[in-house]
C-alpha cells in the first residue's frame, strides 16, 4: 500500500470509513476538510497517484480540471465566501495532487495574506475540528449542490 496520506485517506474512503467523504466524482473524491477553521474548507482528492497536472493522461486530466471547478463552485454556492480561495498542493506526506478549496472571508485572519500564514496550532486548533452534528450539516451542504450542478451537466 502506498504510504502517502492522500492514498491512506482514499483507502478509508473505499473500507466506507472516512467521515469527511462526502461524494465519489469520476476523476477524484471531495472531502470536508478535518479541521474547519474556514468554514466550508473542502478537497478534491485526485483518484491517480501524481505530482503534477501534467503527468495526467490528457483527457483524464480534462475532466479532473472540469470536475475542480464543479466543485469549487459547489463550495462557493454552499457556503457563501467573500471569496474562494484554490490551490492544488502535492507535497510532504501527501505528494499526491489534491484541491483545497478555502472559503474566505473579509478579515477572516489577522493578517491579509493565504491561509498558511496562520500558525499551525491556529490551523489546527482543536476548536475546529467539526462534531459529528457540525459535519453532517457540512455534507450535506456540499452534497446539495454537487448534486444540483451535476444535474445541470
Known sequence: MC??????????????????????????????????????????????????????EQNFRYTFLQEMSLVAEAVYNAFHPDKLNYELLGTGNAVHMHWHFFPRRASDTPVAGPVW???KAEMYAEEYLPGEQELSVLKEKLEDELIKLLEKR
Not at 473542502?42 to 503527468?55: A, D, G, I, R, Y
Open 3 to 56: 504510504e502517502c496520506m492522500v492514498c491512506k485517506r482514499i483507502e478509508l474512503i473505499l473500507q466506507g470509513n472516512n467521515p469527511y467523504f462526502v461524494r465519489e466524482l469520476q476523476t477524484g473524491y471531495v472531502v470536508i476538510g478535518d479541521y474547519q477553521r474556514f468554514k466550508g474548507y473542502t478537497l478534491f482528492l485526485c483518484k491517480e497517484h501524481v505530482t503534477e497536472l501534467h503527468f495526467l
Open 117 to 119: 500564514k496562520l500558525s
